[in-house]
């Protein structure tokens, strides 16, 4: 087993905070793991843990180790994997991709029979979570993020753009009556999304031809952290909600939610592929990216259609 592997292995550890889970995310042993890492420490003459029953924390050396060592095995391992892409034009290796759940289910697992077909070396792990995993820590090579982006020490490319609106049921709309403006949804059952930030009870948005800003603290009888949650209350009528288009844009085509407040625009963010910073990012996470890009860039497949995000007019009486 060669050093830079052992390297790889140490930075896994030093990320996860324990070999077991390093070992797993690399398909190896703890005993395995545990036998490299003294080795590599065996080689270094130094010492890069100090161990204990219940933690592992890094040695001034080992913290050296891996501030100056991460660098150089990124580069060499994405390098070597460049290299062989380039002479036998095969992405291989195990990608790490972590996604929102839901997004995942509707716009990627479809998608993936035809990316495996294109590359039938490379292997996929998916992690299928709305949690916002740090992707060093966490191994993974690739995530896709939807929503403002915050952390600056990461590297996007931006997929889409992730329209909104405000949505609810034609039954909800009977009972309750359609807001005429902004103001009026204090005045609603509001469904809230709760997120990292906490609760989104205040809804922004732009109205009218000159764009005025408006903000309305709302409330209602349902929050949650899961945007599935909010979409199947929304659909039973229980209030108004916060949805990305592509999340809703079947249930507005079909009727289930129209659209509230029409002439109102919510800020637009964007769906990115996201990774850690590199010198040369590795051909599979390239493949990927490009892949997605092709699919849903451009204008997303969410929005080919008939636009459904203008309610249709009531008949008159």
Not at 147 to 171: F, Q, W
Not at 243 to 253: M, P
Request: net charge positive.
């Amino acid at each position: 087993m060669s050093r830079i592997d052992d390297l790889a292995l140490f930075l896994r550890v030093h990320d996860a905070g324990s070999i077991s889970a390093a070992a797993r995310s690399l398909d190896l042993s703890v005993a395995v793991a545990s036998q490299r890492l003294r080795s590599l420490e065996q080689s270094l003459g130094v010492r890069l843990f100090h161990r204990s029953t219940r933690s592992l924390v890094p040695t001034p050396e080992g913290e050296a180790l891996a501030l100056r060592g991460r660098p150089l095995v990124d580069d060499l391992q994405s390098l070597m994997a460049g290299l062989r892409t380039a002479s036998s034009g095969v992405v291989s290796g195990t990608l790490r991709l972590t996604t929102s759940a839901t997004f995942a289910r509707y716009y990627v697992s479809p998608l993936l029979p035809e990316f495996m077909a294109r590359h039938p070396q490379l292997k996929l792990s998916i992690d299928l979570s709305d949690r916002m995993h740090d992707l060093v820590t966490s191994g993974f090579d690739l995530a896709i993020r939807i929503g403002a982006l915050e952390d600056s020490t990461l590297v996007a490319r931006k997929l889409a753009t992730n329209r909104r609106v405000l949505c609810a049921s034609p039954d909800y709309l009977r009972r309750r009556g359609h807001p005429a403006k902004p103001d009026e949804l204090a005045q609603h059952d509001c469904l809230l999304l709760v997120g990292a930030q906490g609760r989104a009870d205040v809804w922004r948005m732009r109205e009218g031809k000159r764009r005025r800003e408006v903000a309305v603290r709302v409330s209602g009888p349902l929050e949650s952290t899961q945007g599935e949650v909010l979409r199947d209350a929304a659909v039973a009528g229980m209030g108004i909600a916060i949805h990305s288009i592509w999340h809703v844009v079947d249930d507005l085509r079909a009727g289930r939610l129209e659209v509230v407040l029409p002439d109102c625009a919510l800020d637009e963010t964007g769906i990115h592929a996201v990774m850690p910073q590199r010198r040369l990012v590795p051909p599979r996470v390239t493949a990927f990216i490009d892949f997605m890009a092709e699919k849903i860039g451009g204008v997303p497949p969410w929005e080919r259609a008939e636009s459904p995000t203008r309610r249709r007019k009531e008949p008159s009486r």
